[in-house]
């Protein structure tokens, strides 16, 4: 392990322009199977002989900004960039319908890119989010993908929608609206006008299936999908759009950007561990960043440019030593490392104790805690990963006031202690409703007393959770991962609650369909902390 220094403009650098003049031919026919026609700009730099293509396929438009950041700058480096709308968007005939096209738009686009004169016989895909996302769609299929770069992405996004089992509410309440708007008269303020909206709508009181009239002002046939869905784990809706599978049967070389508090952070490492299983060697690269951070945005263009030197003009110069490069929160410094989770990494189990204390000693008994959940009135959230808005930590004093609320809390650090990897937690409950949540979150707690918010996750119980004899329920809830450093004079916090709201949609208790609209009923919750029953936070320790 080789510790970086930090460096203000990111990871990798700044990306420069060089000297190529760039031509460009906007709005070129890209004609589908099924007679729908798509649009599609093209930057050429001028004076080069068919230079390898780098494909971007995007739902948010191909003028200004995203025209610049994706189609100039790389055109300006002697790549050829193909910057084409997604279906049912800025020119693009058919149907807006999220996710379902992208396997088949794409592949008939790459088949018409193959027989153009100006193809030079191998590509690359580059894009964060959605546009990650058009990437995995047909990277399993198209043997002359050269190289990837994903970016705040995932194979499949139906887990960070039903987080948990729960309903990620503000984030696809959020994008719904945004892509509602990106075409309207609001434009290019969509991006800030829908988190507004969608705050608005949720903070109502309205029912859950009337949300996007009030944020968006009509019906958004792709929320409300995601909301028919909701529970199911296996279905047609989900599988055509599930990528997965197929993770391990890309031949691309593969480099990948996260943010430690992204949405998506979870499902990107099960793609990079699925590559490492087939015996792949990704490029991995994770900052304090959140899913709309534009200092995301310039790392992952750096990166990206140098993958695709090295990957499809054999230049490798600008690749660093190292394949994983995490930068470390509470240090404030980047670490190079051979892997993910980082070799070495221990998981110790933190326990929860009588009186609210935390601690790596076995469980010393006592009576177990106990709080209300009532979903008239739910538990709020303080920062957490949400789509678009800044996810960086906040200070969790005043939700931990709250009765709803418990709160755990470790000695004082004698040494600075750093945690990196996947993060996890075992509860041991007895709840009075056979359908509830339970949401926990680790907080770094400072000197003077200010919590802030390092990681959390959320777990949604049904009946099919057995009990044991005495109604206690084992529940093992996945965290967001983390790396962070815990520093000298600190201390590790735990919060237990039942609600995240609205980042979680509130559970009723009554295991009614979200759409229904139900009566609100509360749930009495008891964390046990015995031998028996060690509830604990699993922490990734390095040793």
């Not at 309207?184 to 988190?195: E, H, K, Y």
């Not at 792949?280 to 994770?286: F, V």
């Not at 390092?454 to 983390?482: F, N, Q």
Request: glycine letters at 10%; one cysteine or more; a neutral charge.
């Amino acid at each position: 392990m080789v510790r970086v220094p930090v460096h203000r403009r990111g990871p990798a650098g700044p990306v420069g322009l060089q000297g190529h003049r760039v031509r460009v031919r906007r709005d070129m026919p890209v004609p589908m199977p099924d007679g729908v026609t798509l649009l599609a700009d093209h930057y050429m730099p001028v004076g080069a002989e068919r230079p390898p293509t780098i494909l971007i396929r995007t739902p948010y438009g191909r003028g200004g900004v995203v025209g610049w950041m994706y189609g100039w700058t790389f055109a300006r480096h002697g790549f050829q960039v193909l910057l084409q709308s997604c279906r049912g968007g800025f020119g693009s005939g058919g149907r807006l319908d999220p996710l379902v096209h992208e396997q088949e738009d794409g592949l008939a686009t790459v088949e018409w890119m193959r027989a153009q004169p100006w193809y030079g016989g191998g590509f690359a895909m580059h894009g964060p989010s959605y546009l990650g996302y058009t990437q995995w769609a047909i990277a399993a299929e198209t043997p002359d993908l050269r190289a990837m770069a994903v970016q705040v992405t995932a194979s499949c996004f139906r887990d960070a929608a039903y987080v948990g089992g729960s309903f990620a509410l503000e984030s696809t309440l959020i994008w719904t609206t945004l892509t509602a708007h990106l075409e309207g008269r609001l434009g290019g303020v969509a991006a800030f006008i829908a988190p507004r909206r969608t705050r608005r709508a949720v903070l109502s009181g309205r029912p859950l299936h009337e949300l996007d009239l009030l944020s968006a002002g009509r019906p958004l046939p792709f929320f409300r999908e995601l909301l028919a869905h909701h529970g199911e784990t296996c279905c047609s809706y989900w599988d055509r759009v599930d990528f997965s599978a197929s993770v391990g049967q890309v031949g691309a070389e593969i480099t990948m950007t996260g943010g430690w508090y992204d949405v998506f952070l979870p499902w990107q490492l099960k793609d990079y561990a699925a590559l490492r299983r087939a015996g792949r060697q990704p490029y991995l690269t994770i900052g304090p960043w959140y899913h709309a951070d534009i200092r995301h945005g310039w790392a992952a263009n750096a990166d990206a440019l140098a993958w695709f030197r090295a990957h499809l003009l054999g230049d490798p110069s600008g690749l660093r030593p190292s394949p994983v490069r995490l930068y470390v929160t509470g240090a404030g410094e980047w670490r190079d490392d051979s892997d993910w989770p980082p070799p070495g990494m221990r998981r110790v189990r933190w326990h929860l104790q009588p009186g609210f204390a935390l601690s790596r000693d076995n469980p010393a008994g006592g009576e177990p805690d106990r709080y209300r959940y009532d979903p008239a009135h739910p538990t709020p959230v303080i920062g957490g990963p949400v789509l678009i808005g800044n996810s960086e930590p906040r200070d969790n004093r005043r939700l931990e006031a709250r009765r709803d609320v418990l709160v755990y809390t470790s000695e004082v650090l004698d040494r600075d202690t750093d945690m990196i990897g996947p993060v996890s937690a075992e509860l041991f409950a007895r709840t009075s409703r056979e359908h509830t949540d339970f949401v926990v979150r680790v907080c770094d707690v400072h000197p003077d007393g200010t919590s802030m918010n390092v990681c959390e996750g959320v777990r949604r119980l049904t009946p099919a959770d057995r009990c044991d004899e005495d109604g206690v329920r084992r529940v093992e809830i996945d965290l967001w991962p983390m790396g962070h450093r815990f520093r000298r004079g600190h201390r590790i916090r735990v919060h237990v609650a039942s609600g995240a709201y609205p980042r979680i949609a509130r559970n009723p208790g009554t295991g009614a369909p979200l759409t229904a609209g139900t009566p609100m009923v509360a749930s009495d919750q008891e964390i046990l902390h015995d031998s028996r029953h060690p509830s604990a936070v699993i922490l990734p320790a390095l040793s």
